[in-house]
């Protein structure tokens, strides 16, 4: 009979708790079956010597939660109601293998993509602006937020979207989001439906073609070339695409930028076919020669490009913060979804994002950083040209926070991608970024945490082993 034993004192669980867990297991597993008998309270307390009201306390969580049943004078039974435990099977085959998450939430691995230079971040001044968001913060940041986003930061983001990227919009027609992705489920619950055919730069963001694709949407690839994404091609290929997803600034993962011809092309064929365009202002920022290229956005006069950007990469990825700036015939209807789909950033973290652009924290940080990535890119880039200048050739773009090393002939970017967290390396495989066939081999590097001459060599050194 369960619990004739007596509790282990030292068990951090309080006796009572010991009592219920080792009668409730006895019923589950079938040692004690439906309409069996237990002890009566004063006899198991007698029994284990435990006070009355321990052994009580244990038998009120079992009638509780309707393991036991009371019968007056005829005592307590298994309630008789319970269905008999099941047998027990092995497992004919093995568990399956775990799924590999892309963000593990541990210290990043040198040249990972996408990651800013964290050592760099104004942790101080952040800091300080955090801590006053938490003692400043009233009756707002206690209740559920506005599904807008918080409204100074939607200020100053309208103000700074109007400065520097050219888009002249309302704080109104701003949205804040948790993440990129956030944005892309937003857009997608408001303007698209299952089945709907979109153009899709190939090669192009991996991350956003899986999370279309599983919204039931029929992904058409359209290739890239020196010029950005070949509309000639899309409209060939899918003429009557509901959408187009683009990166025109600073291409993923080529680093092209979209012409301008090509630009007034996408945007007459979306006026014409009343589709969307949805542009990620991917790395803009971060220009090495010459100024920022204006957004897409920035010419759209019919209100058919839906534009999103993060501060993942300008700051610190860790915040989740994003944004999208739709049209202002749409806001009504993207208000009503963001409402019903709760997506919410902390408040805490909007006000301070927003605090830190407003006294000028932001401004200087994204000059320091252009300044810094320059020469952590050089620093890469004459390590692996010294080290492999015949096994791979290096295609430096004006702008973006990773390089791109096309491989000679006879090297496999998966195999040595897949190798790489074994030297301690964080590559990405350019194929692993097509949809159609891979056109070319190469390998993805974020230099943004490259601190030094030393770190760079001792990089090129172990890429050169996993070339060999």
Not at 137 to 154: S, T, V
Not at 203 to 219: I, K
Not at 244 to 270: C, D, E, F, I, K
Not at 297 to 309: A, E, F, I
Request: aromatic share 8%; hydrophobic share 40%; proline share 7%.
């Amino acid at each position: 009979m369960p619990g004739r034993e007596m509790p282990d004192r030292a068990n951090t669980l309080p006796v009572f708790r010991q009592l219920y867990v080792r009668y409730r297991d006895a019923i589950s597993t079938g040692q004690l079956k439906p309409g069996d008998r237990v002890p009566s309270v004063r006899a198991l307390a007698s029994e284990l010597n435990l006070a009355r009201g321990t052994v009580e306390a244990a038998y009120q969580l079992l009638i509780g939660e309707g393991y036991l049943e009371t019968r007056g004078p005829a005592g307590t039974i298994v309630c008789p109601q319970l269905s008999p435990a099941p047998p027990s099977i092995n497992p004919a085959s093995p568990a399956p293998t775990a799924y590999e998450v892309i963000h593990t939430g541990r210290a990043p691995l040198p040249l990972q993509m996408g990651l800013p230079a964290l050592d760099a971040f104004p942790r101080k001044t952040w800091t300080r602006i955090a801590s006053r968001a938490i003692q400043q913060g009233g009756l707002d940041g206690m209740i559920y937020p506005n599904p807008h986003g918080d409204e100074a930061l939607r200020i100053e983001l309208a103000r700074y979207l109007a400065i520097s990227r050219g888009i002249a919009c309302t704080p109104d027609q701003v949205f804040i989001c948790a993440g990129y992705r956030a944005c892309l489920e937003l857009i997608s619950r408001c303007v698209l439906k299952a089945g709907d055919r979109g153009w899709f730069e190939d090669p192009g963001y991996f991350l956003a073609r899986r999370f279309l694709e599983e919204a039931n949407t029929q992904l058409v690839p359209v290739p890239v070339d020196e010029q950005g994404l070949r509309v000639d091609i899309g409209i060939e290929r899918a003429p009557d695409a509901r959408f187009a997803v683009v990166t025109p600034s600073h291409q993923s993962p080529l680093g092209v930028s979209l012409s301008l011809p090509r630009r007034q092309a996408l945007l007459a064929w979306a006026n014409e076919q009343r589709s969307w365009i949805i542009e990620d202002d991917y790395d803009s920022e971060y220009r090495y020669i010459g100024r920022p290229l204006p957004a897409l956005k920035s010419l759209d006069t019919q209100g058919r490009v839906l534009y999103t950007g993060s501060f993942s990469k300008v700051l610190i990825p860790g915040l989740r913060l994003a944004y999208l700036v739709v049209p202002n015939e749409q806001v009504a209807q993207f208000v009503r979804m963001a409402d019903t789909l709760h997506n919410h950033c902390p408040q805490l973290l909007q006000r301070a994002t927003a605090t830190f652009i407003e006294e000028g924290h932001f401004a200087r940080h994204l000059k320091k950083m252009r300044s810094l990535y320059a020469h952590r890119r050089a620093l890469l880039c004459e390590a692996l040209t010294a080290r492999l200048g015949e096994r791979m050739h290096l295609e430096l773009r004006a702008g973006g926070m990773h390089v791109l090393a096309c491989l000679a002939d006879g090297l496999d970017d998966r195999a040595i991608a897949a190798r790489a967290p074994r030297a301690g390396l964080a590559l990405q495989a350019l194929s692993d970024w097509y949809r159609d066939v891979p056109v070319r081999q190469g390998l993805l590097m974020g230099f943004t945490n490259v601190n030094d001459a030393d770190s760079a060599a001792d990089i090129a050194e172990r890429i050169a082993g996993l070339l060999d």
